[in-house]
């Protein structure tokens, strides 16, 4: 993100001091889409520091008695990433509760609306005092722990006060907020924090051994002279949409106060609860930036900034559906109305007005974006679970714990690696010990994508949970799952599923398939598929499904895929053919991390998320056989 510094007076000092941080400069302008716009100022009061820390920007700088000789990369890199900022003079700091402030901005820009923001307010205010006292004004020397002492330690921020080169040191306060942290840190331009003389103050001592048992971590830099302390926050919740018009804000531009008056009166009476207004395009942009309307009123002809050049100025920043502008004109040929939509409005009224089209057409407008609101949280909802959904999905496979435990009763090497595209999939693999030295693997994938894919591997999970505890033979494990599946499973659904058991007694793998992609068998120093076809499982009454045996040897390995392996494209061609596998398969001399080999020579051909999920198993039985 661009860090743009939007100078109230410039002159040419200050932006060629801003142009030396590496920082756009704008006069007076509205912010672009990803720019961190910071208000400069000659100097900052209250109400200012309040405005430059509300959306969009992003913290303000002071520059009265030159600007800052440097920002440090601290500073810098918070406010690129997305967080706040404040360069004060050491006067403004001293006088103006900027903790509180900050503390305020952060809660209501970056944090959860409900986060207790106490300790954070503490600290802060202690990092803001140390910073300013023991830096900027420079006080050193212990301090009597009485009232003469009290007393002295006024005189001397009185007299730093005074000293107007102390006052033009600045102090630097930023934070940002990313991974369930909040850093905050604060910098001086004076001496620094940790010194001897300030450690043995008994009157004002800097409390940063306090300070440090109360965040996740707190570290000194500079020499000193910057502080960083983290906290662990909960992410902000995205603001509640509006549930009636009485939240509703409504801008009404317009150069003529008894339009203005006719409208708010109309506003009112449709129940708005917020009118606001503008007597000409200037101060329309400066409201609209401070207090988000819900819609703009938009007269056409007006001084200073007319309402076309307005609009097109918003559309810079807001889209359509962002911010509903209406014009209200009285020019009404085709040509006029087409210059309103042309210039970003949404709807164009003509004067003289009629009350009953104005509430129409205002209302239709206010409604829309109500309704959007609710899409868009109804849409994150449906993300969240579907997260959800997509996190208990995966639960379903063997954990790594599991794995491990058959690994070590077996005496076989197993991995098992699923892959998740950007929907929710049908992909499904498990295994299963079925005697003590026999271990049945089963791989499914089913039809489709969405909930309804993920609830079908649920179904199939429950299926399995039900099955006796000797599990029968791959095909008739097959049988049982189709007569059920079938009873369920819509038309156009069905899975197809591979279904293997390793018996290491016999040294014998048995295996049947349900239209699944045939598994690789390396053995005997052979790389081959292991042929078996089947009809899918849930698409007919009574199918019939054959069963195949394959010798399984000390040195044999075993790897199931789904069909997006085999499937995928880039660009127009296959990532990986069939004859691409066996030849990463013969490549990697049957290790006995196959399925890992395999799923990065895919990912470095086609990285990112899959089209579709992937999952691979492999079963290897250790030994010496070399592969050719």
């Known amino acids: 993100m661009n860090i743009v510094a939007v100078l109230t007076e410039p002159s040419p000092a200050q932006e060629r001091f801003f142009h030396q941080q590496g920082w756009q400069v704008a006069r007076s302008q509205m912010p672009g ?254 409201m609209i930036e401070r207090d988000k309307p819900d819609l703009v009123l938009l007269d056409v002809m007006m001084p200073k900034l007319d309402g076309y050049d307005t609009c097109r100025t918003l559309r810079r920043h807001y889209s359509l559906s962002e911010l509903p502008v209406i014009f209200i004109t009285a020019l009404d040929g085709p040509s006029d109305r087409f210059a309103c939509f042309a210039a970003g409005g949404n709807d164009v009224i003509s004067k003289p007005l009629n009350n009953a089209e104005v509430i129409a057409r205002v209302g239709v407008h206010l409604q829309l974006g109500l309704i959007m609101d609710k899409l868009t949280l109804f849409q994150d909802r449906v993300h969240d679970e579907l997260q959800q959904a997509r996190s208990a999905q995966l639960a379903l496979t063997p954990t790594p714990q599991t794995i491990d435990q058959i690994a070590d009763r077996t005496g076989l090497s197993i991995e098992g690696l699923m892959e998740t595209s950007s929907e929710l999939g049908g992909d499904f693999w498990t295994l299963m010990e079925t005697g003590p030295r026999r271990l049945c693997v089963l791989m499914a994938d089913f039809t489709g994508h969405g909930t309804l894919a993920a609830f079908n591997v649920f179904r199939l999970h429950l299926l399995l949970s039900r099955l006796p505890r000797q599990v029968p033979s791959p095909a008739r494990l097959l049988d049982l799952l189709n007569a059920e599946l079938r009873r369920v499973l819509k038309p156009g659904e069905f899975a197809s599923v591979f279904v293997a058991e390793i018996d290491l007694d016999r040294q014998c793998l048995t295996f049947s398939s349900a239209a699944a992609p045939q598994p690789v068998l390396v053995t005997g120093g052979n790389v081959r598929y292991l042929e078996c076809e089947g009809p899918p499982l849930g698409a007919f009454d009574h199918p019939e499904f054959e069963e195949w045996t394959a010798p399984f040897q000390p040195g044999t390995q075993l790897l199931i895929y789904s069909d997006a392996l085999v499937e995928s494209v880039a660009g127009e061609a296959l990532v990986c053919s069939e004859d691409t596998l066996l030849d990463w398969v013969r490549q990697e001399g049957g290790g006995h991390r196959l399925a890992t080999a395999v799923l990065e020579r895919f990912s470095a051909l086609l990285p990112g998320e899959p089209p579709d999920d992937l999952s691979l198993v492999s079963i290897g039985w250790p030994g010496s056989a070399a592969v050719s």
Request: hydrophobic fraction near 45%.
């Open 33 to 286: 889409m990803g720019q961190a716009p910071i208000a400069v100022r000659d100097r900052f009061d209250e109400t200012a520091l309040r405005h430059a820390l509300k959306e969009p920007w992003a913290g303000g700088v002071e520059t009265a008695g030159g600007p800052p000789q440097t920002f440090s990369g601290c500073f810098q890199r918070h406010l690129a990433e997305g967080g706040l900022g404040l360069s004060l003079r050491s006067d403004t700091a001293y006088g103006n509760d900027v903790a509180k402030l900050f503390c305020e901005a952060l809660r209501q820009r970056l944090l959860s609306s409900d986060s207790d923001t106490d300790d954070l307010e503490f600290v802060l205010h202690e990092l803001i005092s140390n910073g300013l006292l023991h830096g900027n004004f420079g006080i050193t020397g212990p301090l009597a722990a009485d009232e003469a002492g009290l007393d002295a330690f006024g005189d001397t921020v009185e007299a730093a006060l005074a000293d107007e080169r102390r006052m033009r040191r600045r102090l630097h306060i930023s934070a940002l907020y990313a991974d369930g942290l909040l850093e905050v840190a604060v910098e001086d331009q004076g001496a620094g924090f940790a010194t001897e003389a300030v450690e043995a103050d008994a009157v004002r001592p800097h409390g940063l051994d306090f300070i440090a048992g109360m965040v996740d971590s707190f570290r000194l830099e500079e020499n000193g002279r910057r502080a960083v302390a983290t906290f662990p926050f909960r992410p902000r919740q995205k603001p509640a949409s509006m549930v009636s018009l009485e939240q509703a804000a409504v801008l009404v531009v317009d150069d003529k106060k008894l339009n203005r008056d006719l409208l708010t009166a109309l506003m009112t009476a449709m129940g708005v609860g917020r009118i606001l207004q503008a007597e000409d395009g200037e101060q329309a942009l400066e």
